[in-house]
């Protein structure tokens, strides 16, 4: 964007949100963001601590929404984006989604989910008075993946409608002394959903029916992230799929979960927690496709023995006119585990992911 301002999905780290609002480090790059063209729209505040060249696994999950310090967490990036958010668009944080499922396998999410909706609400409460204070709209958005507290479309709801709507409003309404209603209304306007194209590719789940069942519940969408997943149809020979188990186990790296759904050609899943412990099952699966939570480049669908999810972003695309979400983000973090063959220069491999995505989006709005 050389003649015009380029918009930054910016991650901040708890560490780094508390020391930029120190001083007056927020204003300098406040400066820093107006000298060079830049501006700010959204931030990631999924994960809390560092998330590069170290082991991060199931810790991106933690502290989760029960507690005090990712609460906390939150407030510093919502304070943050206020200040940098330019006017007239709205300003999206997405999120963790609560927490990480397979924590609960012996206890109950009851109170995970009761801890968890009063810090949203928490949140909700100071993005409404950010907003009737500077006019900006701020929206923090739970971001359903595979194994997340909420990870599909129907968690997403179910949370929503027992969880947010009812006991979050019940909260607003005793600590700002509004109506259930209105309660209820300002929940929906500052709790929306992150769309990650990767993510409910993983979960079989179409964008177009995602979408419809979103809004029949009255659930926004306040950002969309384009990633692609991998994902394997299983032959029936043993000696193929070695070759497939091969190729994938390049792909079952340290740093990152990458959490694996079988489907079986009666549509039932099986959940894996990750590639490494998916792989010994491959041989004898009697599922028909695999697909793997690994962001992969987007703008590669076919990896010979392997493919991406990439037609799910195209659908997205398509899409895109009749839903009303301002903010896109290119969601590859990856770079730094792909397997040897697959990496690339990083600027030029950004370079194409930018321009598959603009000439889609010139595609899909000329059609």
């Not at 020391?19 to 406040?30: G, I, N, P």
């Not at 601590?49 to 939150?74: E, I, M, N």
């Not at 979408?211 to 193929?240: D, M, Y």
């Not at 990896?303 to 969601?331: A, F, G, R, W």
Request: glycine share 4%.
């Amino acid at each position: 964007a050389p003649d015009k301002p380029f918009g930054i999905g910016l991650r901040l780290a708890a560490l780094a949100a508390r020391e930029l609002l120190e001083s007056d480090r927020l204003f300098q790059f406040q400066t820093w963001l107006q000298q060079n063209n830049l501006y700010v729209f959204t931030l990631n505040g999924f994960p809390y601590g560092g998330f590069h060249h170290q082991v991060v696994k199931d810790k991106v999950y933690a502290p989760d929404w029960r507690s005090r310090d990712r609460l906390d967490y939150t407030l510093n990036l919502t304070q943050i984006l206020a200040t940098l958010l330019p006017a007239g668009i709205d300003g999206g944080i997405s999120t963790l989604p609560l927490s990480y499922k397979p924590w609960f396998v012996q206890a109950s999410t009851d109170d995970a989910f009761k801890n968890a909706t009063r810090n949203l609400a928490t949140v909700a409460a100071e993005m409404s008075r950010i907003r009737e204070r500077t006019g900006k709209l701020l929206h923090l958005d739970l971001e359903p993946e595979p194994d997340g507290l909420i990870e599909n479309t129907a968690e997403v709801i179910n949370f929503f409608d027992s969880w947010l709507l009812p006991i979050g409003g019940s909260y607003l309404t005793e600590n700002l002394g509004i109506s259930q209603t209105s309660a209820e209304a300002l929940l929906r306007e500052h709790i929306r959903v992150c769309y990650d194209t990767c993510h409910f590719a993983v979960e079989y789940e179409k964008p177009q029916s995602v979408f419809t069942r979103l809004q029949t519940a009255g659930i926004s969408i306040g950002k969309i992230q384009l990633s692609a997943a991998i994902r394997v149809f299983l032959p029936e020979e043993i000696t193929q799929r070695q070759v497939i188990a091969d190729k994938l186990s390049s792909f079952a790296e340290s740093t990152y979960l990458h959490q694996v759904i079988a489907r079986s050609r009666n549509g039932a899943l099986h959940h894996y927690p990750d590639l490494s412990t998916a792989l010994p099952y491959l041989a004898q699966s009697t599922a028909q496709e695999w697909r793997t939570h690994f962001h992969v480049p987007i703008f590669i669908q076919d990896y010979q023995t392997l493919q991406s999810t990439q037609d799910d972003i195209v659908d997205v695309l398509n899409l895109i006119e009749k839903q009303p979400c301002q903010h896109l983000e290119i969601e590859t973090y990856t770079w730094d585990v792909l397997p040897p063959a697959m990496k690339l220069d990083l600027l030029a491999s950004i370079q194409r992911e930018y321009e598959w995505v603009l000439q889609k989006l010139a595609t899909s709005i000329t059609a």
